[in-house]
Each structure stands twice: as structure tokens, then as C-alpha cells.
């Protein structure tokens, strides 16, 4: 099976709507502090995060850009190998999640390799996060499910020898 069409696929979507939502998010959300969608329990408020998830290394903006080319490099090298569509999805969602967080740290203020995430989505006792970011967390959790299920990614094929 070709599995890699699934990856990509899943990559353009999530990449494609992240895209998408950041872009209204800063047209709509810019002059407003939060709306509520469903009470305290959804909010939209608009963040430029400078760091990675939870604002944590806000100085290390190059690094994370650095490293999530080398990880999207892996995930190119691997998506022709994946045997399974379990694992071809996981590697979808990280590669879109990735793709649309480091599209902000390239094109967005303050500069190349140290733009800003947007992140807009505000639930209770947890910091702010965009569709990129749930992409990666989604895919996370499944490939705990397919590692716990023993799904191996690839699949060896055995020799007669």
C-alpha cells in the first residue's frame, strides 16, 4: 500500500487549516482580549508565543525552528517506508503541526527563525494553543494507542533464506 499518500494528505489538511484559523484569528481576535464560545470552558484569545508549547524556551526560537526542519526531514525520509495507515496519520499530524508552527517562526514577526506561534484556543487550566499544536498532542496519543497495540510503523518484509 502507499501509505505516504495518507501522510501527506493528512498533513496538507491539518497545515491548510492551521493556516487558515491563525489567519482569521489575527484579523478577528487582534483588537479583542477573549470571546467566549462555550462559556469559561472554550475561549478565543489571541497569543504571539514566542517559545514552544506552554511558553517554554522563549529564547531558543532558532533552535526550535532548527529542529523541527530535522524533524520533518525524518518524517520525509520515513513517509515511503510506513507499512501501516495507523502510523502513516501520526506522522501526518506531526508533520502538519510542525509545518504550521515553524510557517510562523520563518514568515512572522519579529524575523526569520524567530517569528512569533499564534496561538488563539483558551480552555480552563490550560495555556493557549492553535490547530498545529492539537495536531501534534492527537498524534502523540495515537501513537501511544499503536505502540501499546504493538502496530510497528514498518513492517519487515521476511526473506525466504
Known amino acids: 500500500m502507499q501509505y505516504w499518500r495518507t501522510l501527506y494528505g493528512v498533513a496538507w489538511f491539518v ?5 487558515a484559523t491563525k489567519l482569521w484569528a489575527v484579523s478577528t481576535l487582534s483588537d479583542r482580549s477573549n470571546i467566549k ?4 470552558f472554550l475561549q ?13 524556551a522563549e529564547g531558543a526560537t532558532v533552535f526550535l525552528t532548527l529542529f523541527g526542519f530535522l524533524v520533518m526531514a525524518v518524517i520525509f525520509y520515513y513517509s ?8 502513516s496519520v501520526v506522522l501526518g499530524l506531526a508533520m502538519g503541526g510542525i509545518l504550521g508552527n515553524l510557517v510562523d517562526r520563518i514568515f512572522r ?9 499564534i496561538d488563539w484556543l483558551q480552555i480552563p487550566n490550560w495555556p493557549v494553543f492553535n490547530i498545529a499544536d492539537t495536531a501534534i498532542v492527537v498524534a502523540a496519543a495515537i501513537s501511544m494507542i499503536l505502540s501499546l497495540r504493538n502496530i510497528p510503523p514498518i513492517t519487515r518484509v521476511k526473506s525466504d533464506s
Open 109 to 117: 514577526e519579529p524575523g526569520v527563525f524567530r517569528g512569533h506561534v
Open 37 to 40: 464560545v462555550i462559556g469559561d
Open 15 to 19: 497545515w491548510v487549516l492551521d493556516l
Open 80 to 87: 515511503t517506508k510506513i507499512t501501516s495507515k495507523g502510523w
Open 44 to 56: 478565543l484569545t489571541l497569543v504571539r508565543n514566542p517559545g514552544a508549547a506552554f511558553s517554554v
